[in-house]
């Protein structure tokens, strides 16, 4: 079974177009978080991993889901606290969840059932392994020190309580510094 085989392209029909970004506030919590990372580096470094360790899919069949929305939503699950069920529905029907994945128009009245499935959710995750994993922490607190979110310093990057005075890369570090930042 192919990694993104699942997505049903609910962005054709005959309904009106919704552009996300002017639908997501700029303060919501989702947005900020989100324009906190380094997309494109992310993306880069999860295709180039995969392209490496994978042979290329058959052109037949479904297009496959972007690489960005499903990064997008494995990250999201855990920043939520959600399932794969749960955040799969999530992005059918949320808009702050689509602004998230990178998605800038949505098509109303248009079929969105299995637009992501969550068993695609567990075959991507399945193929991060640690050597890309290190590389996408390392493309996270790379982006947050260049956007002056934390000190260079005293950076340890780890799942483990840490000694006083130093600081954690975290996603609710990062997010809140962003919102500091932007308050000015």
């Known amino acids: 079974m192919r990694l993104f085989r699942h997505l049903q392209h609910w962005l ?26 380094p997309w494109a580096a992310l993306v880069k470094a999860v295709e180039q991993s995969f392209a490496r360790r994978f042979p290329p899919g058959s052109p037949c069949g479904r297009r496959p889901i972007s690489t960005r929305v499903i990064l997008a939503l494995e990250l999201l699950k855990h920043e939520v606290g959600a399932s794969d069920e749960d955040i799969c ?13 990178g998605l800038d128009v949505v098509q109303l009245e248009s079929p969105q059932a299995h637009f992501v499935l969550p068993e695609t959710l567990a075959q991507f995750r399945s193929r991060i392994d640690q050597p890309l994993m290190d590389e996408l922490i390392a493309i996270q607190a790379a982006a947050a020190m260049d956007e002056g979110l934390v000190s260079p310093a005293h950076l340890l990057i780890d799942t483990f309580p840490s000694e006083q005075g130093s600081q954690r890369v975290t996603d609710a570090t990062t997010l809140y510094k962003a919102q500091k930042k932007r308050s000015y």
């Open 89 to 101: 529905e999530r992005l059918r029907t949320d808009l702050a969840v689509m602004y998230a994945c």
């Open 12 to 37: 054709g029909g005959s309904g009106p177009h919704l552009q996300v970004a002017n639908a997501v506030p700029l303060t919501h919590s989702m947005r900020q978080w989100a324009d906190t990372f």
